[in-house]
C-alpha cells in the first residue's frame, strides 16, 4: 500500500516518501517500548512477549511480534518500524521519519495513568515539544516545519480509561455517569486534537476504543458465567465512540486546513471476533498466553502454563491485546478505508 510518489526536502534535494514521517500518542495499542524505561508493573520486555518479533526479541510491545503502528509505516514505505521516543538506543534518523509517544496503560484522563503509574497524555504532549526541539537543531527549522506538517499525527487511547479505571474506580463512578465520563473523555481529546493543530499538525488520525466488552481479561472478570461480550462495555464504547466521531466532525469546520480521519477500530475487531474463519483466525475467547483469560504484563511471563506454541491463528495474543495478525489486518484495512484521505 504504496503512499504514490516522493517529495523533496526543501534544501537538501534527497528524495523521500510523500509521508515524511508518523507521530503517534497513545497507550499499548501504539506503545513500541516507552514503558521499559517507566518504573511500572505495565511491561512486556520479557518473554514470551516478543516470541514472533525478529530474533524472538521482546521489545516492549505488548504482543507477540509488530504492533499496528510497525506495519503502517512499513506500509507507507517510511521505515520497517516505528520506535519508541524513549529507546535509549533512538538513532537521530528516527527522529526525522517519527517516534511514538504511546505509554501502556495509560489513557485520556490523568488518573488513569496515575493508577497504573505510567505516562500520562500531557507528559507526551511535553515529549513532543522536547522531539520538535531536537528535530530543528537536528535538520534545521525549514526541515523541520516540513517535516512536522507532511507528518501524519496519530492518537490511539481511550480503553484503559474504561477497563483500568472507570468501571473499577468507585470514585469516578460516583463523579460521573458513564455517559458523563465518555463526554469527559471526548472533551480531553478535543483539547489534544486543538493543541497538536497549533503545533503545525495537518493530518491526524484520531483511534476510537475496541469493542471491550469482548476483551478476554473482561470477558473473564466481568463476564459473569457468559463466554459472550459483555454488553455494558461494548455499550460504553461505542457511545464514546460516536461522540469522539461528532467531536471531529465540528473541528473539522473549526480547524482550517486540518484532514482528519477516524480510525474505526471498533468495527473491524468486532468483524474478526464475529466472522474469525473469514480472516483465518480460530480461537476468539482466549488470548494465546498462559490461559488466556487473564494474563496480560508481570502475569503473562515465561513461567506461564499453557501458552499456546502458535499464535497464528489466534485473535488476541494474551487478555488484553491482539495477536501481530491481528494488528497486521487492522493496518491494512485503516489504510485502506479510514485513512487514504490522509495519504
Known sequence: MGCGGSEEYPGNGTQQPRVPAVIIFGDSTVDP?????????????????????????????????????DYIVSSLGIKELLPAYLDPELKSEDLTTGVSFASSGTGYDNVTAEILSVIPLWKQMEYFNQYQNQLIELVGESTASYILSEAIYGISMGSNDFVNNYFINPI????????????????????????????????????????????????????????????????????????LVAAMDSLRIELVGLKMAYGDIYSILYDIIEFPQKYGFVEVRDGCCGTGLVEVAVLCNRASPFTCTDAATYVFWDSFHPTQNVYNIIATILLKENLSNLL
Not at 176 to 196: K, M, S
Open 33 to 69: 517500548g516507552n514503558n521499559n524505561n517507566v518504573f511500572t508493573l505495565i511491561k512486556s520486555d520479557f518473554p514470551p512477549y516478543g516470541r514472533d518479533f525478529y530474533g524472538q526479541k521482546p521489545t516492549g510491545r505488548f504482543c507477540n511480534g509488530k504492533i499496528v503502528t
Open 172 to 243: 469516578r463512578m460516583a463523579q460521573y455517569t458513564v455517559d458523563e465520563y465518555e463526554d469527559f473523555l471526548v472533551e480531553i481529546a478535543t483539547g489534544f486534537i486543538r493543541w497538536i493543530y497549533s503545533m503545525g499538525a495537518r493530518r491526524l488520525a484520531v483511534i476510537g476504543v475496541p469493542p471491550l466488552g469482548c476483551l478476554p481479561s473482561v470477558i473473564t472478570i466481568r463476564g459473569g458465567h457468559s463466554e459472550g461480550c459483555v454488553k455494558e462495555y461494548n455499550e460504553a464504547s461505542m457511545a464514546f465512540n460516536q461522540k
